[in-house]
């Protein structure tokens, strides 16, 4: 069993700027990948970033560029940082970890989520 603790969203303007973090517990193993979906209000969850325990990332072509993710493997959190935020970024984002390197597709583990608004 992962537990994952998410920091708080927070209420931003258009261009500004957001970090947030994630922390996992339990039983991890080595090799993961963790990252964010998100779930805006009427729409399906959709994976925003991800990274494995090697480095790799990935992200969704609606935020790359603004968006940069990385990690802290010795104390097992992963970090979002979001610049040039946009409405369209309104969402509540959930953490989560998959116990593999291949990705994020259908993670086992899940946060709480968080809200984060972007003001127009």
């Known amino acids: 069993q992962v537990h994952l603790e998410e920091s708080r969203g927070g209420l931003v303007q258009a261009g500004g700027s957001l970090r947030l973090s994630c922390a996992a517990s339990g039983r991890i193993v080595r090799i993961n990948t963790m990252g964010w979906y998100r779930q805006a209000p009427g729409k399906q969850r959709e994976l925003v970033a991800s990274?494995?325990?090697?480095?790799?990332?990935a992200y969704a072509d609606s935020v790359k560029g603004r968006f940069t993710i990385s990690r802290d493997n010795i104390k097992n959190t992963v970090y979002l940082q979001m610049d040039s935020l946009k409405p369209e970024d309104t969402a509540v984002y959930y953490c989560?970890?998959?116990?593999?390197?291949?990705?994020?597709?259908?993670?086992?583990?899940w946060g709480q989520g968080t809200q984060v608004t972007v003001s127009s």
């Open positions: 990274i494995t325990s090697g480095g790799t990332t």
């Open positions: 989560a970890f998959a116990p593999r390197a291949t990705g994020l597709v259908s993670p086992p583990y």
